[in-house]
């Protein structure tokens, strides 16, 4: 499985996810990219799934023609996520292309 960070996703979360390929938009260069443009690059570089903290993404864009799921946490904040990362996980192995999975982390 192939996936985009987005800016907010804290990046030692990677550690969590050696089993997959992961890969940040501020390392493709795509971090002036927002949205809509982003999704599409995403798609057209063939990643998966994009993990993402904007919780407003999925009032914003409709993903059910998207090649990609994206799988939303509640939170930047990188102590809360690291509580929960098996809640991230589970998310990542039940995502599927055009759907929004949601990951409310206390």
Known sequence: ????????VPVPLR?????????TAYEREWSTLRNGKLLNAAELAGF?????TDQN????QNISDRSLAIVILS??????????????LAALQTARAGQFHFVEIP
């Open 15 to 23: 550690q969590h996810l050696s089993m997959y390929e992961v890969s």
């Open 48 to 52: 998966d799934v994009f993990l993402t």
């Open 57 to 60: 993404l999925r009032y914003e």
């Open 75 to 88: 939170t930047t904040s990188w102590p809360r996520i690291k509580q929960v990362t098996c809640q991230v």
């Open 1 to 8: 499985m192939r996936i985009l960070f987005d800016q907010g």
